[in-house]
């Protein structure tokens, strides 16, 4: 009976588009979804609007991503204070990682993100500073740095932004996608001033 | 896997998807279907090709379908150079159980009246059929024509 082999012979059905669905409980959710962190294991899970309220608080294996979006006009980073995080790139994203107990810098590349284990010290004395980076929410907020050209060609001092550790992960994504040539090229550039656009619409002052 | 033929890897193909089905979920079955797939039509676009390359030649055609494997492969992809019926008449004739091809209707079941023989032929009839035209989607066996009562005369003398 060839009749095994036959059914691969055919053209394939149209593939469906991958649903996306909660990782907990199978919910298919839209585009807007909310993600938990699993700080313990490092990972992130998509999630359904009820399972996210169910993991607001800390404490547990989860954590829901707030999604609020924080700048501080009054209190800008200035070049000496960045020059002291000693950080060698101008797209970086910073977290609390609880586990580790410690902050952790991640620069999105054309290889994903790398990442690397910050002077603490220098930190908790910009956080002192500044009230944007002490407002951080360990595991599930960034603060967003964006700065210097080619990324930040409209402004003087860089854009500080603290964001859903998500938004982080997504715009690393885009970065590793879209990436050409030595600065990540036009693409690149597009990507981070529609999240920079969007960023300073939803910002609120800290 | 020494001796390989299209029924034998369709089933093994099968066995092994079933299997990723249970341990990796259906998501990853998914993924190898279509590889599977993927790997099938491409080896199927390459018989196509061999098949027209080869054209009228019969007496190479014929060679090639003498070859079972080929043969198998062939009907996989629908490029046998023999039609639905002149493949169940060859096989019915191949089998000597005198079942007699009817036909192939419009839903694609292909009707066969079986001669005299044990019941056993039915099943023999019926595999034989779907592995000559496994584009066809079944078999019917007609009824055979009940067998000729004997009319004889009563010997003399009985009651």
Partial sequence: MTAGLRRFAAPPPPRAAPEEKCELCGEQVGDGHAHLVDPQQRSIACACRACALLFTRPGGRYQTVPDRVRHDRETPLTE???AELAVPVGIAFFFINSALGRVVAGYPSPAGVTECELDLAAWDRLAAAHPLLGALTPDVEAIL??????YAPDSQSAHVYLIPIDTCYSLAGALRLN????DGGTEVRQILNDLLTDLRKRARQI | MTDLDARAAGEQVEALLAELRARSGP????VAEELVTCLVRL???GLASI???IGDESRLMALLIADPLVESLLLVHDLHPLDTASRVKRALGRLGTGAEFLGVDETGVVR???ASGCGSTTAVVEQAITEAAPETTGVRLDPRDPPMLQITRRPAGAL
């Fill in chain 2, 43 to 45: 080896y199927g676009a």
């Fill in chain 2, 51 to 53: 098949v027209r390359i």
């Fill in chain 1, 145 to 150: 740095v964006v700065r210097g050209q080619p």
């Fill in chain 1, 179 to 182: 990436w050409h040539g030595f």
């Fill in chain 2, 112 to 114: 066969v009246r079986l």
């Fill in chain 1, 80 to 82: 000496a204070e960045w």
């Fill in chain 2, 27 to 30: 998501q990853a079955a998914d």
